[in-house]
Antibody
Framework: QVQLAESGGGVVRPGRSLRLSCTAS????????FHWVRQAPGQGLEWVAV????????YYADSVKGRFTISRDNSKSALYLQMNSLRAEDTAVYYC??????????????WGQGTLVTVSS | DIQMTQSPSSLSASVGDRVTITCRAS??????LNWYQQKPGKAPKLLIH???NLESGVPSRFSGSGGGTDFTLTISSLQPEDFATYYC?????????FGGGAKVEIK
């Protein structure tokens, strides 16, 4: 059964750091790229970052560029999101999602259950 | 960045109604458009990829159409389990973007 599970969320002060993890099971982790997507309370989905299957490329939303870093450890089937200089507006549920690619088309499936990050003093 | 605009942002409908949600891209994106369903407190679930391809296990009352800049998600006969928020997402650009969502509520 293909599954993703996020962890590492919590309450953190503004300006501090937090690292989220996403562990995968049920498929060959190293064959796929992954996204991080977040959702502020009561709001819509906001794309955060993506990393290629082999880690050679990573891209970020402007809102997190220079503060967040996406990475992966294929030996552990694990995806990470290092979040530095956190701001109140980073408060959200963070989801990891697998990137499926068929030809030129791609989509996100499945998604993890999400982990809540609250940035507050 | 490619902007995705959904309409309406919310709607009220009854069981058995036909529901249509529209998604418009700020530039032509071919058929690089996916639809997701999200229920309260749950993760999004993929419904349709590449504009019109229904995911395995998704009921056939869901359908997607469109191309270029204009896309539509249709639920032919709304069921109680369909009350949720629906998001479109473009995959034309590596920097993917989502629409603002369309919440389908019970009338």
């Amino acid at each position: 059964q293909v599954q993703l599970a996020e962890s590492g969320g919590g309450v953190v002060r503004p300006g501090r750091s937090l690292r989220l993890s996403c562990t995968a099971s049920g498929f060959t982790f190293g064959d796929y790229g992954f996204h991080w997507v977040r959702q502020a309370p009561g709001q819509g989905l906001e794309w955060v970052a993506v990393i290629w299957y082999d880690g050679t490329n990573e891209y970020y939303a402007d809102s997190v560029k220079g503060r967040f870093t996406i990475s992966r450890d294929n030996s552990k089937s694990a995806l990470y999101l290092q979040m530095n200089s956190l701001r109140a507006e980073d408060t959200a549920v963070y989801y990891c999602a697998r990137l499926l690619v068929v030809g030129d088309w791609s989509w996100l499936d499945p998604w993890g259950q999400g982990t809540l990050v609250t940035v507050s003093s | 960045d490619i902007q995705m605009t959904q309409s309406p942002s919310s709607l009220s409908a009854s069981v058995g109604d036909r529901v249509t949600i529209t998604c418009r891209a700020s530039q032509s994106i071919g058929t690089y458009l996916n639809w997701y369903q999200q229920k309260p407190g749950k993760a999004p679930k993929l419904l349709i990829h590449a504009a019109s391809n229904l995911e395995s296990g998704v009921p056939s009352r869901f359908s997607g159409s469109g191309g270029g800049t204009d896309f539509t998600l249709t639920i032919s006969s709304l069921q109680p389990e369909d009350f949720a928020t629906y998001y479109c997402q473009q995959s034309y650009s590596t920097l993917v973007t989502f629409g603002g969502g369309a919440k389908v509520e019970i009338k």
